[in-house]
Nanobody, 115 residues
């Protein structure tokens, strides 16, 4: 059974940094992609960044130059380094895994950026 374990959320002042981690267990084959989405109160869930097992990355325009996604295939873990955080980055961040033909979600971790 596939399970995603997220960690690293918290409260930080504007301009600060946080690092999120997501470890996937129950995987036998290489995953297609892992990534992070976020959902702010009253808004739809949106893509933040993704990385394929081959290392190809993509980012939302709003985080380009500030966030960096990286992965460790051996550990089936993906990281999101978030720098220069802004209050508008406040949201619940969800880890996403595309594996075989299915999508899996973590339970979410709260990131709050104070001004």
């Amino acid at each position: 059974q596939v399970h995603l374990l997220e960690s690293g959320g918290g409260l930080v002042q504007a301009g600060g940094s946080l690092r999120l981690s997501c470890a996937a267990s129950g995987i036998i084959f290489s995953f297609n992609a892992m990534g992070w989405f976020r959902q702010a109160p009253g808004k739809q869930r949106e893509l933040v960044a993704t990385i394929t097992s081959g290392g190809t990355t993509s980012y939302a325009d709003s985080v380009k130059g500030r966030f960096t996604i990286s992965g460790d295939n051996a550990k089936n873990t993906v990281y999101l380094q978030m720098n220069s955080l802004k209050p508008e980055d406040t949201a619940v961040y969800y880890c996403n895994l595309e594996y075989t033909s299915l999508a899996y979600w973590g339970q979410g971790t709260q990131v709050t950026v104070s001004s």
